[in-house]
């Protein structure tokens, strides 16, 4: 496909003692590997032969990585993924492929869509060294030949957002076709609620219309603690939050409770909230690992996740066991069923 190094770096490398030249890794690639994404990290003390021309990435005091993409076979230098339409590098203190813990579908299935996070400058101690935006913030690189910026839209994209505060965006994953992408942050993008929210891209939807908040309906805010799943279409999202966002009671009749870890289903399709059940402080792994122990299917029609809570009749004590939920009726199945019970 192409070298990871550049020849500067090899270069440094064979001239250090150790043979130290930095460390790279591959991110992620299009369903055929016709495109392909690797991250380079340098080694400590800084050299900016460790990075390939043209990428000016520092590295501070936290780990720092640049993002590369290769088109196809037979390449001699890699493209900067971070950077804006007029190709100038967006920031100097890292760019990662979806986010800096969750890179969910980051490239669309056929490679034409790179989600990724830019890092806020000045990632020195001092906060001082290093160009890049006010905030961590989240774009699309599409094509390879434009940018998105997709968690402070410009206002074609979002005539209602205000983007005059920018806070950090957390990229929570985007549909497998790359139309639709989920983050969260505490900035009041559409007004009113500013704890922390989850919020969607639709690159399908009219211009000014883009963006929306999935975690409306509750006036004392979200409180948006993670999000537990996200169908590969990108019509349904799972989330878990402390807020009241329906009032409808699921199946078993329970309904949400405010500051409680209330599991939702949001329908992208519909607009629609759904309370699923409510989960125990122990079950924190579903919405604050990069990986929870959770799945749906393609479609989103069912989730498959895990929770210490008795949240069926059937179910009793404080075990880890896995639950089924059917958006379809709003179904709650407790799936480890021994055969006495």
């Known amino acids: ?40 990290q340098a080694t400590y003390p800084p050299d900016p032969d460790f990075f390939w021309p043209g990428d000016g990435t520092v590295l501070g005091d936290t780990n720092v990585f640049s993002l590369y993409e290769y088109a196809g076979a037979g390449n001699s230098t890699p493209a900067l993924v971070g950077v804006d339409n007029a190709g100038h590098q967006i920031s100097q203190c890292g760019t990662t492929l979806g986010g800096l813990e969750i890179n969910q579908n980051g490239v669309s299935e056929d490679g034409s869509t790179v989600f990724f996070t830019a890092a806020a400058g000045g990632c020195d101690p001092a906060g001082t060294v290093g160009s890049g935006p006010p905030a961590n913030e989240i774009f699309a690189r599409i094509n390879g030949s434009h940018t998105v910026a997709i968690s402070e839209p410009s206002a074609a994209d979002c005539s209602a957002c205000d983007t005059s505060t920018p806070a950090d965006a957390d990229y929570q994953g985007a549909s ?31 211009s000014g219309q883009r963006v929306t908040r999935v975690s409306t309906g509750d006036p004392a805010g979200a409180n948006v603690e993670g999000v537990v799943a996200l169908s590969n279409d990108g019509s349904h ?35 629609e909230t759904g309370f699923v059940a409510e989960l125990a402080e122990a079950d924190s792994q579903d919405w604050t690992f990069s990986d929870p122990p959770a799945e749906t299917t393609p479609d989103g029609g069912f989730l498959l996740f895990e929770s210490t809570t008795a949240l069926t009749p059937d179910a009793s004590g404080s075990s880890a066991q896995f639950y089924r939920y059917d958006a379809a009726n709003g179904t709650l199945t407790r799936v480890t069923v021994g055969e006495d019970g």
Request: charged share 10%; no cysteine.
């Open 176 to 206: 497998q076709d790359g139309s639709k992408v989920f983050f969260t942050t505490s900035q009041p993008l559409l007004g009113g609620d500013s704890s922390e929210n989850l919020y969607e891209y639709d690159f399908g939807a009219p």
């Open 1 to 40: 496909i192409g070298p990871m190094f550049s020849p500067a770096a090899i270069a440094a490398g064979n001239s250090n003692p150790l043979g130290d030249i930095g460390s790279a890794r591959y991110v992620g690639g299009s369903g055929d590997l016709t495109h392909v994404l690797f991250e380079i």
């Open 237 to 271: 999202v799972y989330f878990v939050a402390q807020g009241v966002l329906t009032s409808q009671a699921n199946a078993l009749g329970q309904s949400a409770a405010e500051g409680a870890n209330n599991l939702y289903v949001y329908d992208t399709m519909t607009g």
